[in-house]
């Protein structure tokens, strides 16, 4: 019996050493986890448990600068005009490794190109409603005082409107707290229990270091595309008033609250209805979220035009290749810099900005 424990410890550590640790992207992980990383790395994961949202962007990843945005939001001499951008994994750019190859970085390159002293913000964090987007703006975006926001919402609060479950408003019937923090778990346990066997399997089942939430999601986009339930305004409550909100706010604070409509059609290559499902399953799923993204639209245009907020019809946008899209609504490096052009363009015809040559 000695014998055989000693021998899968042996195996245990040449896994995790010889193996494991080879790889980067596992060793770094860990490290982060066991609070032994002291520098930023690209292998870890850009978002972490927050207190006061389901979770923030991460200071010690490659992907987030040291204001805690991925681009923008650091103190300028010259203080320029600031446009600060509001959103999902779509503003944050996930669809591109390299933050100069987002839509905000490449906004304000368009802006810059045309001699407008602008300097945009990409405070967009991957899978928030507009709920998350609100708590952020008001605990954080909000003290950098912009003087224009986009507000990039609605894609992901599909998620709670699909929700198998009773609606309610504060969207707990879709996500609710967890119960624990997997790193702080997994430290405790890897530092209890110093064997090689465990740790091993400690590694496989925590996967530590690749992001924690403060929640726990009762159905996954799977389970929503092809759920029962209905696609109806009273299902919405919870999007009219955050977004409402976000508006209220700015003006309140003399900002200019522009709205960008979301762009998702789940017909395109590689979107999650043709990744899931196949035939009856995937017309279904189809049809589901894209009267679900055609709703949320619906509302945040009526909500913007009373408040006499502009609205940027990003809904209609095309890329000059399909190829651009990644999937249903994520953009790659060149689809990015096209949709720069295209907001740019509306807000150089619809807004006044300072020139470069007005310092």
Same mark, same amino acid.
């Given at each position: 019996?000695? $014998?055989?424990?000693?021998?899968?410890?042996?195996?245990?550590? %040449?896994?995790?050493?010889?193996?494991?640790?080879?790889?980067?992207?596992?060793?770094?992980?860990?490290?982060?986890?066991?609070?032994?990383?002291?520098?930023?790395?690209?292998?870890?994961?850009?978002?972490?448990?927050?207190?006061?949202?389901?979770?923030?962007?991460?200071?010690?990843?490659?992907?987030?600068?040291?204001?805690?945005?991925?681009?923008?939001? $650091?103190?300028?001499?010259?203080?320029?005009?600031?446009?600060?951008?509001?959103?999902?994994?779509?503003?944050?750019?996930?669809?591109?490794?390299?933050?100069?190859?987002?839509?905000?970085? *490449?906004?304000?390159?368009?802006?810059? =190109?045309?001699?407008?002293?602008?300097?945009? +913000?990409?405070?967009?964090?991957?899978?928030?409603?507009?709920?998350?987007?609100?708590? @952020?703006?008001?605990?954080?975006?909000?003290?950098?005082?912009?003087?224009? +926001?986009?507000?990039?919402?609605?894609?992901?609060?599909?998620?709670?409107?699909?929700?198998?479950?009773?609606?309610?408003?504060?969207?707990?019937?879709? @996500?609710?707290?967890?119960?624990?923090?997997?790193?702080?778990?997994?430290?405790?346990?890897?530092?209890?229990?110093?064997?090689?066997?465990?740790?091993?399997?400690?590694?496989?089942?925590?996967?530590? !270091?690749?992001?924690?939430?403060?929640?726990? *999601?009762?159905?996954?986009?799977?389970? =929503?595309?092809? #759920?029962?339930?209905?696609?109806?305004?009273?299902?919405?409550? !919870?999007? *009219?008033?955050?977004?409402?909100?976000?508006?209220?706010? #700015?003006?309140?604070?003399?900002?200019?609250?522009?709205?960008?409509?979301?762009?998702?059609? *789940?017909?395109?290559?590689?979107?999650? %209805?043709?990744?899931?499902? =196949?035939?009856?399953?995937?017309?279904? %799923?189809?049809?589901?979220?894209?009267?679900?993204?055609?709703?949320?639209?619906? +509302?945040?245009?009526?909500?913007?035009?009373?408040?006499?907020?502009?609205?940027?019809?990003?809904?209609?946008?095309?890329?000059?290749?399909?190829?651009?899209?990644?999937?249903?609504?994520?953009? !790659?490096?060149?689809?990015?810099?096209?949709?720069?052009?295209?907001?740019?363009?509306?807000?150089?015809?619809?807004?006044?900005?300072?020139?470069?040559?007005?310092?």
């Amino acid at each position: 019996f000695l $014998y055989i424990i000693v021998f899968f410890e042996l195996l245990s550590w %040449a896994t995790i050493k010889l193996i494991l640790f080879r790889d980067d992207t596992v060793k770094d992980r860990v490290e982060y986890a066991l609070g032994d990383l002291k520098k930023n790395s690209k292998h870890v994961s850009y978002i972490t448990a927050d207190l006061r949202t389901d979770y923030r962007l991460n200071k010690f990843s490659t992907k987030v600068n040291n204001s805690g945005f991925r681009h923008g939001g $650091y103190n300028t001499k010259d203080k320029p005009y600031k446009i600060m951008c509001l959103g999902g994994s779509t503003t944050f750019g996930s669809g591109v490794q390299d933050s100069t190859d987002t839509y905000p970085f *490449q906004l304000e390159l368009f802006m810059k =190109e045309n001699r407008f002293d602008v300097h945009v +913000i990409n405070a967009g964090i991957p899978y928030y409603t507009s709920l998350d987007v609100l708590n @952020r703006y008001i605990t954080k975006g909000i003290y950098l005082k912009p003087d224009m +926001i986009l507000i990039h919402t609605g894609g992901n609060d599909t998620g709670p409107l699909n929700s198998p479950n009773d609606y309610l408003p504060d969207y707990t019937h879709w @996500r609710d707290n967890a119960v624990y923090n997997k790193d702080e778990v997994f430290k405790s346990l890897w530092n209890n229990y110093p064997s090689s066997t465990i740790r091993l399997f400690l590694i496989f089942y925590f996967k530590p !270091g690749t992001g924690t939430r403060n929640s726990q *999601q009762s159905s996954l986009p799977i389970d =929503e595309l092809v #759920s029962m339930s209905p696609v109806t305004r009273n299902r919405t409550i !919870g999007l *009219q008033n955050y977004f409402s909100s976000i508006i209220s706010i #700015s003006k309140h604070n003399d900002i200019q609250p522009v709205t960008i409509l979301f762009n998702n059609d *789940q017909n395109r290559n590689n979107s999650q %209805a043709r990744r899931y499902f =196949e035939d009856e399953k995937m017309d279904f %799923a189809i049809r589901k979220k894209n009267k679900s993204i055609k709703l949320h639209n619906s +509302i945040m245009d009526s909500i913007s035009n009373a408040n006499n907020v502009n609205v940027i019809p990003f809904h209609k946008f095309e890329p000059s290749s399909k190829a651009y899209w990644t999937d249903q609504c994520h953009l !790659g490096k060149n689809g990015n810099k096209e949709k720069a052009a295209f907001i740019g363009k509306y807000l150089i015809n619809n807004f006044e900005f300072p020139t470069l040559f007005d310092r």
